[in-house]
T-cell receptor, first 117, second 113 residues
Framework: GAVVSQHPSRVICKSGTSVKIECRSL??????MFWYRQFPKQSLMLMAT?????????EQGVEKDKFLINHASLTLSTLTVTSAHPEDSSFYIC?????????????FGQGTRLTVV | SQKIEQNSEALNIQEGKTATLTCNYT??????LQWYRQDPGRGPVFLLL?????KEKRKERLKVTFDTTLKQSLFHITASQPADSATYLC????????????FGAGTQVVVTP
């Protein structure tokens, strides 16, 4: 199976600072990656689609200037939470599509628990 | 708007029995439906995908059915084991991309010895 790695797995930051989360596909190329957010006892909510070499596509209600996404290579997408507030505290999860046809599943990272204090 | 509903109450089941989970959806015409397992503090892990023209799919002790008329999928864990304890999520694709998914809130399964 394919492996997607997220880093860090946990991060605590102060209000007003920025935090960067990395999502890497370790053994395959991913032209498209997805970022989700999950609050306790709730479903994963899609935040944005990260496309290699182009701008990310954000879901309705997600502030693109607050959640900066960069997909600079076929194996790395980053999500930067800017000017973090306590309400941004959540579990952030990325997933990746294998480039090319044939893949019928999404490969998820292990998630990043962000706590803003 | 599109909606996916799963039982919010935890399912407590004795080891060896069959756990049955329900996923209902509205305002979708999905080409396929997926089931994932999520452990606490971890990302989802893919289990099964069933296409609209498939009634049933099996993988080891797992079985999924898909009724596009009822707009419902059932997920069965047979001969359940304590290691099956987790939250199970159903998901539908938001587009032609395999990875762009809308998830149900999930149903927690607790298997007791």
């Amino acid at each position: 199976g394919a492996v997607v790695s997220q880093h860090p797995s946990r991060v605590i930051c102060k209000s007003g600072t920025s935090v960067k989360i990395e999502c890497r596909s370790l053994d395959f190329q991913a032209t498209t990656m997805f970022w989700y957010r999950q609050f306790p006892k709730q479903s994963l909510m899609l935040m944005a689609t990260s496309n290699e070499g182009s701008k990310a596509t954000y879901e309705q209600g997600v502030e693109k200037d607050k959640f900066l996404i960069n997909h600079a290579s076929l194996t790395l997408s980053t999500l930067t939470v800017t000017s973090a507030h306590p309400e941004d505290s959540s579990f952030y999860i990325c997933s990746a599509d294998k480039a090319g046809a044939g893949s019928t599943e999404a490969f998820f990272g292990q998630g990043t628990r962000l706590t803003v204090v | 708007s599109q909606k996916i509903e799963q039982n919010s109450e935890a399912l407590n089941i004795q080891e060896g029995k069959t756990a049955t989970l329900t996923c209902n959806y509205t305002n979708y015409s999905p080409a396929y439906l997926q089931w994932y397992r999520q452990d606490p503090g971890r990302g989802p892990v893919f289990l099964l995908l069933i296409r609209e023209n498939e009634k049933e799919k099996r993988k080891e002790r797992l079985k999924v059915t898909f009724d596009t008329t009822l707009k419902q999928s059932l997920f069965h864990i047979t001969a359940s084991q304590p290691a099956d304890s987790a939250t199970y999520l159903c998901a539908l694709a938001l587009s032609d991309s395999w990875g762009k998914l809308q998830f149900g809130a999930g149903t927690q399964v607790v298997v007791t010895p």
